[in-house]
């Protein structure tokens, strides 16, 4: 993989003003070498973007990573998680979006795991409306909450546009959001729109940034387009130098080959 | 086992006492860190924390409220294991003023009864710090704590030097040490956790210096470069033989006549089994809200009753208040702010405390006003101006933006004991061996709001002389909310002093009502200072620790 401009060994360095362009980051990045066919992207902006950019396009389409599948999602709901997670972080001049960076695959696994099964929270009744300052208290688990929360969208789309979320234009798409966020007229069962709106926004956030190891953060671009470092084990040489200091990131994944 | 435990356990066995460990949890070692700096696991799926779907406290603002369950992770974080809280603070480890620890006559002496607002509950802590200083400087030793040893006129004397020298003074932190100088402000190295450079304590036990990775709070340090109970005080205990740690032990009930404590019950939470364990001696060292759950539980010692004003047991719940702050976006710089140690910063003391005049102020006490560099990670760090949207692409091109250009100094304020704020069981709801929860009953009065105010516009200045290219400061406290994270410095319940109407225990952390029974750690403080609990934590306990090796030579009240 070409790694970022100062090569190996993390060497430190100072920072320049950060004005990459897209194509510089994507070279960076080595995005195009593979593990990064997400639902529809690898025919989508950023290769044909590459293309006519002159890089080098992939002599064959690369195969798609075998943990690549659903946990918890039907094929709907993965495309609709998809692409709302896409208008929340999208793939824009800086770098990809959550969909190139697999955040619907981390919302799925992490959906489908202890967290989307509230398996560490307290969930003995009763169950009482809460005052604001007293936090969640829905007899629902997280993955529950999450259906219906897709439901109540699905069916918001179909009574304003009679369309299905993805079919949408990326503007309606945000107006849609918008409304949800505010919880304007915005009905769902078991969950309040804005609460849903919330789940959503906060694991896009975590897919975006979390170690690749569950999923998003594809090729650790989450990183790399704020040029976090990641699981570095000292910075005790670099940390009385004045500015940003720039390394190449690493995974937790480093640990296992090291 | 955490702080309180290690300790007490390191002290008595090296003195030749049996000691039986009974911890809830799971055994830990720095070899469970290997997949540490996992932000996702750790900060934000709380891997060290206790696991709440067995048991947690309910909450309410006020008693016009209903209390409800605190069901998943918010405000404060609880520790579980081998090492509790203690594996995974940040490290930072200040001492409290001397005022603290004669709040009350300080404040009648220098204002009048009359500047005591009505129904704050402020009361002495029965040990001066003259007293308390050798049992801080015993915890600094063995924990190696890393400082700047010179005398610092905002600060209680020193008997020793710090063990180790100051962490690195980095560039974040001599910008904030030049603006607070030029404001004429004593700023200091915050005292801490993380070594600076590898250390032998005094009892032989050696640790490697902290490698400034950024993974503190919330996490375990796989270098054992954190002072952790595990790495410190836990093995000193073991190595004497004299330590028998049993875990996955919940202690469910002290055993008692009324006048003194025979055992303890406990689950074995392997085999369901319920065991009783006889002893002469039962400390409590819990963190301090299951402090003051077990002896409501048992029936050991009398609840406080608010309406009343008598009964100690769950009397002083205090919290921290933090809200205050300033914070810095630099249009044109960037920093490695995602490098750090938990306790790597700088801080000042001249608005903490009484360290200024509190006459024409409506209120008392103080914080301190610090930055820290702990390392941003980047989940929970997505920082941007005011006004910015919360998602889509201006978030998104904002964010990656100011993703390493933003300082914040900020405040950690006192909180200070109202009446009306305190522990007591909760009427409904039970943990999963069908015991009542710990009900909390706190609120965020005028004097916070008006604390908050006051430091965040003192952080603000300072913020400003550091040279960002704006600076918002945040200076409203609203009411108390168990959801976003504020600080695990949650303290009272079973405080200490010199009456025992107004206290449930003596300097010694001996229980009035029970004198086999020492209850230690931040449940014994009357209120909470503008500092971090540890550093006090640990004084009280080798403080606890001395007066338990007294009472099994000589029987009674220690004081």
């Given at each position: 993989m070409p790694g970022l401009k100062l090569g190996k060994n993390s060497k430190p360095a100072r920072s320049e003003q950060p004005d990459e362009s897209r194509r510089n980051f994507l070279k960076a990045s080595g995005m195009t070498l593979g593990g990064l066919i997400v639902g529809s992207v690898f025919g989508g902006v950023l290769t044909d973007n590459l293309e006519k950019n002159n890089s080098p396009a992939p002599a064959s389409k690369p195969e798609a990573s075998l943990q690549d599948a659903l946990m918890f999602f039907n094929q709907e709901q993965f495309k609709m998680t998809e692409a709302a997670v896409e208008r929340i972080y999208p793939e824009d001049e800086n770098g990809p979006g959550a969909k190139a960076l697999g955040v619907a695959f981390f919302i799925d696994h992490q959906l489908a795991g202890p967290w989307g099964y509230n398996a560490r929270d307290y969930m003995m009744g009763p169950f009482v409306q809460a005052q604001a300052t007293q936090g969640e208290q829905s007899r629902l688990k997280r993955n529950e909450m999450f259906t219906l929360g897709l439901e109540g969208l699905k069916s918001y789309c179909q009574q304003k546009y009679k369309k299905v979320f993805t079919e949408l234009e990326a503007q309606q798409q945000d107006e849609v959001l918008t409304a949800m966020e505010k919880g304007d007229k915005f009905p769902m069962r078991g969950v309040t729109s804005s609460s849903f709106f919330k789940m959503l926004r906060s694991l896009t956030i975590e897919g975006v940034y979390a170690d690749p190891l569950y999923g998003g953060n594809r090729n650790m671009n989450g990183w790399k387009m704020r040029k976090f470092p990641g699981n570095q084990m000292s910075y005790a040489q670099q940390?009385?130098?004045?500015?940003l200091v720039q390394m190449k990131p690493k995974s937790l994944q480093a640990h296992m080959s090291e | 086992m955490g702080w309180v435990g290690g300790i007490i356990a390191a002290e008595l066995t090296k003195a030749g006492i049996q000691v039986v460990g009974l911890e809830r949890g799971k055994s830990r070692s720095t070899e469970d860190y290997f997949m540490d700096h996992d932000e996702l696991r750790y900060a934000r799926r709380f891997e060290l924390m206790q696991d709440l779907s067995k048991e947690t406290i309910t909450f309410r603002n006020s008693e016009s409220m209903r209390a409800l369950p605190m069901?998943?992770?918010?405000?404060f974080l609880l520790g579980d294991g081998l090492g509790g809280a203690g594996s995974h603070w940040n490290g930072q480890t200040h001492r409290f003023l001397?005022?603290?620890?004669?709040i009350y006559n300080q404040t009648v002496e220098r204002y009048?009864?009359?500047?005591i607002p009505e129904g704050m509950q402020l009361q002495d802590w029965g040990i001066t710090y003259d007293e308390i200083e050798p049992y801080y400087d015993k915890f600094e030793q063995v924990a190696g704590i890393s400082g700047e040893s010179e005398a610092n006129p905002m600060l209680g004397k020193r008997?020793?030097?710090?063990p180790t020298p100051p962490m690195k003074k980095t560039p974040i932190l001599q910008r904030f040490e030049e603006a607070s100088k030029k404001l004429g402000y004593h700023p200091y190295m915050i005292p801490s956790a993380n070594l600076s450079e590898n250390y032998k304590n005094p009892d032989g036990i050696s640790r490697a210096a902290c490698q400034y990775c950024g993974f503190c709070e919330r996490f375990g340090c796989e270098y054992g470069a954190k002072a952790d109970p595990v790495v410190t005080v836990i093995p000193t205990a073991m190595a004497t033989g004299k330590l028998e740690v049993r875990t996955f032990s919940n202690v469910t009930e002290i055993l008692h006549d009324g006048k003194k404590a025979t055992g303890v019950v406990y689950i074995n939470t392997v085999t369901g089994e319920e065991v009783t364990q006889p002893a002469d001696v039962v400390v409590l060292g819990s963190f301090m809200l299951n402090n003051a759950r077990l002896l409501l539980n048992s029936k050991l010692g009398t609840p406080y009753n608010r309406k009343t004003g008598r009964g100690t047991i769950g009397r002083n719940y205090a919290y921290q208040v933090n809200s205050g702050r300033a914070v810095g976006f630099y249009d044109d710089e960037e920093f490695s702010t995602f490098m750090g140690a938990g306790a790597l910063g700088m801080e000042f003391d001249d608005f903490n405390g009484d360290n200024f005049d509190h006459s024409d102020l409506k209120f008392l006490h103080g914080a301190g006003i610090r930055i820290s560099q702990n390392g941003l990670r980047p989940i929970e760090n997505n920082p941007a101006p005011q006004g910015t949207p919360t998602w889509g692409k201006k978030w998104k091109e904002t964010t990656l933006k100011y993703a390493n250009r933003v300082l914040t100094v900020a405040t950690q304020g006192a909180s200070l004991p109202w009446k009306h704020h305190y522990l007591d069981l909760d009427p409904t709801y039970k943990d999963i061996y069908g015991k009542p929860l710990l009900r909390i009953t706190f609120d965020f009065e005028d004097q916070d709001r008006e604390l908050t105010k006051y430091l965040a516009d003192k952080a603000g200045e300072v913020m400003k002389e550091m040279g960002p290219s704006h600076v918002e400061i945040k200076d409203k406290l609203d009411p108390y909310n168990i959801v976003p994270y504020q600080s695990t410095h949650n303290t009272g319940g079973v405080i200490m002093g010199a009456d025992p109407e107004t206290s449930a225990v003596n300097s010694y952390l001996q229980m009035w009502e029970a004198e086999n029974v020492f209850v230690v750690g931040a449940?014994?403080?009357?209120h909470n200072s503008g500092y971090n609990p540890t550093d006090t934590v640990g004084a009280l306990s080798y403080r606890a620790a001395e007066g338990i090796q007294k009472y099994l030579k000589q029987g009674g009240m220690l004081v």
């Open positions: 940390i009385t130098k004045e500015g | 069901r998943s992770y918010g405000s001397p005022y603290d620890f004669e009048g009864k009359g500047k008997s020793h030097p710090f449940s014994a403080f009357p």
